[in-house]
C-alpha cells in the first residue's frame, strides 16, 4: 500500500472547527489524518469520524483517515459509508491482526512504537501493519507517555531496525521537520500545530516542503 505519510495530521477537538481544519490541512497535501477524540464517547466518535471523513474525501480523495485507538467505530463508519480508511492502535488496544481481520485486506493499520526493542518486535507485523508511530519525540502535552523522548538522533536506529515506514510524533514541530526528514522517518505527526493554526494549509505545505518530493 503506498501511503503518503510526510504529513500526517492527528484531530483534537469534536466541533465544526475540528473537521475545517482537518479538510483544510487535507486540501493542501496532508497524506493522512487520524481522527483522535479520547473523551468523546462511542456514538460521538462515530459521528465524528463520519462527518470529518466526508469533508476530508471531498477536500482530497487521496488523503487517508484513520481512526484512532478504536477499529470498532473505522469499521461502524465505513459500514455507514464513510470514506474511512482504517485504524492506529496502541497496545492495549485491539491487536493488529484482529484489527486487520475486521478491517480488511485494503485497510490501513497503524501501530505505535517508540523504542528500539519496540520496533525490533513491531517487524513481526509486516505484512499486518502498514507504519509504525514512533515517539515521543519531545515530552508533549496531549498525551501521556512514559517513554523517553526520541529526540532528533533518536529517530536514526529506529528507522534502520524497521521494514516499516516511521512516523515521528510527539510535540513536533515545523521548526523540526528539516532535521526529522533526514533521519529517514517517512512522516511526522502533528497535532495542535496545525489543529490550532491560524492557516493550517501553510503548515502542511512547509512540512512537505521540508521533506521534498516523495
Known amino acids: 500500500m503506498v501511503m503518503d505519510l510526510r504529513m500526517y495530521v492527528v484531530t483534537s477537538g469534536t466541533d465544526r472547527r475540528t473537521v475545517e481544519q482537518a479538510a ?3 486540501a493542501a497535501g496532508a497524506g493522512v489524518v487520524q481522527v483522535r477524540a479520547k473523551q468523546a464517547t462511542t456514538r460521538e466518535l462515530l459521528e465524528l469520524t463520519g462527518h470529518l ?9 487521496d488523503c487517508r483517515v484513520v481512526v484512532d485507538d478504536r477499529a470498532d467505530v473505522a469499521w461502524a463508519a465505513r459500514e455507514a459509508g464513510a470514506p474511512v480508511h482504517g485504524v492506529h492502535l496502541g497496545v492495549d488496544d485491539l491487536p493488529p491482526r484482529a484489527a486487520r481481520a475486521l478491517l480488511g485486506p485494503e485497510a490501513v493499520v497503524g501501530w505505535t512504537t517508540g523504542t528500539l526493542e519496540l520496533v525490533q518486535q513491531a517487524q513481526e507485523l509486516v505484512g499486518v501493519v502498514d507504519y509504525l508511530g514512533a515517539g515521543p519525540f519531545r515530552p508533549t502535552p496531549t498525551k501521556q507517555v512514559t517513554r523517553p523522548a526520541l529526540g532528533v538522533d533518536g529517530y536514526r536506529p529506529l528507522v534502520q531496525a524497521s521494514a516499516l515506514p516511521v512516523v515521528a510524533i510527539g510535540d513536533v514541530t515545523p521548526d523540526d521537520v528539516a532535521a ?6 517517512a512522516g511526522v505527526a502533528m497535532v495542535r500545530h496545525v489543529m490550532q493554526a491560524e492557516d493550517p494549509a501553510a503548515v502542511v ?3 512537505l516542503a521540508d521533506f521534498g518530493p516523495r
Open 205 to 207: 505545505r512547509r512540512v
Open 24 to 26: 483544510a490541512a487535507a
Open 180 to 185: 526529522l526528514a533526514g533521519t529517514g522517518i
Open 53 to 61: 471523513a466526508r469533508a476530508v474525501h471531498q477536500a482530497a480523495p
